[in-house]
């Protein structure tokens, strides 16, 4: 379902110079307007340290990856963050960035499918569903990692805050060994001690999405499209085959999770920091980090190299299987053409830094 394909803003609002959200008045300040970020605390105030879960799945899980998801280990988090209450929205890219890369942009007669069966279905299910209200509410796509990170700083420094990563441009990094001799592959290193915004771990994101949960979904045993956009096909057998749209929905379309987070199963995947590695030698099979980490395994940042980035959370053409919390996918750090990709973002506490 992935789809081939400066900053310009002149004048600053008080609302991204002091990171005031702005909502309509009328709509219980669910909405958020232009670049308002809303973030959410991770887990919620009150929450007994420390700050733990079970990460990834169970054998018995219905769909599970032992590769990819296994074995399962005790995370530990020494303090709290705050997490994107929406993905990034297309509304929020453009005014940060003066511009909108997405496929999805609500204007069906614009949009090109290709001429397969499956492109076919796909602009068959899409058209009744791609007029939305507002197209700004829809996730960002077709944004590459490494513009994610760059969003991450700006963004930061248009708050007045401190950036966290540091990117040169100019030096390959040696630790992505994606073969691709031609990519991008800008180092990118974590910045200490700073509060700027930053893409989730995978540790952040997973114990976001199940907020408290230890089921497949933060639903429980199985969802339904009318609590997801994915391809609406059944998850366990005895499940009802839901709605496929075809396309992207608003961010704020769906419930919650239990930590009032929006859009964690299914719309568009979302990136996250950690790598995700082939062994070339291996007939590309993954070395899996789950099968190298401690356990306890304090604050995970991942493996220190790889060849792809993580991303989590399933997408409106997949299965809900690739839905589920504790799945894993990756996606190539330099390409900008990914349909249903999106990302949101991290922040310290007030008061604290990373």
């Not at 069966?117 to 700004?136: F, L, M, S, Y």
């Not at 031609?182 to 509060?195: Q, R």
């Not at 994101?205 to 949960?213: D, H, I, K, S």
Request: charged share 20%.
């Amino acid at each position: 379902m992935r789809r081939f394909m400066f900053l310009g803003i002149a004048v600053l609002t008080l609302a991204i110079t002091f990171g005031i959200v702005a909502c309509d008045p009328d709509d219980g300040g669910k909405i958020p307007k232009d670049f308002g970020i809303e973030m959410v605390q991770v887990p919620p105030v009150g929450t007994p340290t420390p700050y733990s879960f079970v990460m990834g799945s169970p054998e018995e899980e219905v769909g599970m990856e032992p590769v990819r998801e296994t074995p399962t280990r005790t995370v530990i988090f020494t303090q709290g963050f705050r997490m994107g209450k929406y993905p990034i929205t297309q509304g929020q890219y453009r005014a940060v960035m003066g511009k909108n890369p997405s496929f999805h942009q609500g204007a069906f007669e614009d949009a090109t499918f290709p001429s397969t069966p499956a492109g076919i279905a796909r602009k068959t299910a899409a058209e009744p569903n791609w007029e939305v209200e507002n197209p700004d509410m829809l996730p960002v796509e077709c944004v590459g990692w490494y513009e994610m990170v760059e969003f991450c700083n700006i963004l930061s420094e248009l708050e007045g805050r401190t950036k966290a990563y540091n990117i040169n441009k100019a030096v390959r990094d040696p630790n992505n060994i994606n073969t691709g001799a031609d990519d991008v592959k800008w180092s990118i290193t974590l910045i200490p001690g700073t509060n700027g915004y930053r893409l989730p771990t995978e540790a952040q994101w997973e114990y976001a999405c199940r907020a408290g949960t230890t089921t497949p979904f933060s639903t429980g045993e199985t969802i339904t499209t009318d609590q997801a956009n994915f391809n609406g096909t059944k998850y366990l057998p005895d499940d009802e085959e839901g709605e496929y749209r075809g396309t992207t929905t608003p961010v704020d379309k769906f419930p919650a999770n239990g930590w009032g987070l929006y859009d964690m199963h299914g719309n568009v995947y979302e990136a996250c920091w950690d790598f995700i590695m082939y062994a070339w030698t291996e007939a590309n099979s993954y070395i899996n980090y789950y099968t190298i980490a401690e356990n306890p395994d304090y604050n995970p940042i991942g493996m220190a190299m790889g060849e792809r980035r993580a991303e989590r959370g399933g997408t409106y053409g997949l299965a809900p299987r690739q839905a589920r919390s504790a799945w894993r996918e990756r996606c190539n750090q330099t390409r900008n053409n990914y349909d249903d990709l999106g990302f949101r973002l991290v922040l310290p506490l007030e008061g604290q830094t990373w």
